[in-house]
Nanobody, 120 residues
Framework: QVQLVESGGGLVQTGGSLRLSCAASGSFLSFLRIGDMGWYRQAPGKQRELVALVTREGIANYADSVKGRLTISRDNARKTVILQMNSLQPEDTAVYLC???????????WGQGTQVTVSS
């Protein structure tokens, strides 16, 4: 089992920045099975959508809507994933959820989520 805990959400004005952190914990064996880690978001009345994922090797992929504004990074030794968010827009308002993919068991771990609100 892997547990994910997010932090760093909050209220910011349009054009502002926030830094989200996700700390993972669990057994050594569980982490061996973890491949991609990243962030999804869900706004009220909308489906959950991918924001960014990063591989164990540090290769990142982003949703088109956030390219150039958000940067994801990963520290495997510290078991953390960081999402640096710049030039935030009201449409970025959502609950942001940390995700870790167990490639062997085809299972997704999720955090509880952290609220990001961008005021216009």
């Amino acid at each position: 089992q892997v547990q994910l805990v997010e932090s760093g959400g909050g209220l910011v004005q349009t054009g502002g920045s926030l830094r989200l952190s996700c700390a993972a914990s669990g057994s050594f064996l569980s982490f061996l099975r973890i491949g991609d880690m990243g962030w999804y978001r869900q706004a009220p009345g909308k489906q959950r959508e991918l924001v960014a994922l990063v591989t164990r090797e540090g290769i990142a992929n982003y949703a088109d809507s956030v390219k150039g504004r958000l940067t994801i990074s990963r520290d495997n030794a510290r078991k953390t994933v960081i999402l640096q968010m710049n030039s935030l827009q009201p449409e970025d308002t959502a609950v942001y959820l940390c995700n870790a993919k167990d490639n062997m068991n085809k299972y997704d771990y999720w955090g509880q989520g952290t609220q990001v609100t961008v005021s216009s």
